[in-house]
């Protein structure tokens, strides 16, 4: 086991039962945190891949597609993320 574990079983065992609530609202309020910075740092990647997306062709691709036309730019790899971005918004 690991020894940090080890440490937290031997230190509980000395608690009363009105310091474990708090400790588990405290265990509660990190894993909360963890998650949180999980999300920003998903939230950012994210954000910085609109810019690639956001650009002439790509939107008069979208935009063709959706309104049911065919573009000078839907080649295979166009059809391709237009496909994904379907997809990801729900209307595949």
Same mark, same amino acid.
């Given at each position: 086991?690991n020894?940090?574990?080890?440490?937290i079983?031997e230190l509980i065992?000395d608690?009363s039962e009105?310091?474990?609530?708090?400790?588990?609202?405290? #265990?509660?309020?990190?894993k909360?945190?963890?998650?949180? +910075?999980e999300?920003? =740092?998903? %939230?950012?990647?994210?954000?910085?891949? #609109?810019d690639f997306w956001d650009?002439k062709?790509?939107? +008069?691709?979208w935009? =063709?597609? %959706?309104a049911g036309?065919?573009?000078?730019h839907s080649g295979?790899?166009?059809?391709?993320?237009?496909q994904?971005?379907?997809?990801?918004?729900?209307f595949?």
């Open positions: 086991m020894p940090n574990k080890e440490r079983i065992e608690i009105k310091d474990m609530a708090e400790i588990i609202d405290f #265990i509660g309020y990190l909360m945190k963890r998650e949180k +910075e999300y920003q =740092d998903v %939230l950012q990647a994210s954000e910085s891949s #609109i650009n062709v790509d939107d +008069e691709v935009n =063709d597609a %959706l036309r065919d573009c000078a295979p790899f166009h059809r391709f993320v237009l994904k971005k379907k997809t990801r918004i729900g595949v």
